[in-house]
């Protein structure tokens, strides 16, 4: 999201070639978000890498001041977990 670039389009085109993928959410006044808590459609990313059979990690990836408590951060976890 930091670059500008469309992470749907960078994931198909290079689909085959990603070994591990650190996500966060995001929304109009922040990219770095907890999963969950954002407008990224995970579905549609997790869509795109199962095509490609991708068995990697996906990590949440955040900042410190991107979460306020360590709940946030499970609650993050089993959102991802449910998709």
């Known amino acids: ?9 960078f994931a198909e085109k290079f689909k085959n070639d990603i070994i591990r993928i650190h996500i ?9 978000l907890p999963p969950g ?4 459609d995970f579905r549609r ?5 199962k095509s490609a059979d991708y068995k990697g990690d996906y ?3 955040l900042y ?3 979460y306020g408590e360590l709940k946030e951060l499970t609650d993050s976890f ?4 449910s998709l």
């Open 1 to 9: 999201m930091r670059s500008g670039n469309d992470p749907y389009a």
């Open 24 to 32: 966060s959410d995001n929304n109009s006044e922040s990219d770095c």
């Open 37 to 40: 808590k954002g407008i990224f």
């Open 45 to 49: 990313l997790f869509d795109i890498m």
């Open 59 to 61: 990590i949440i990836e």
């Open 64 to 66: 410190r001041d991107g």
């Open 78 to 81: 089993e959102y991802v977990q």
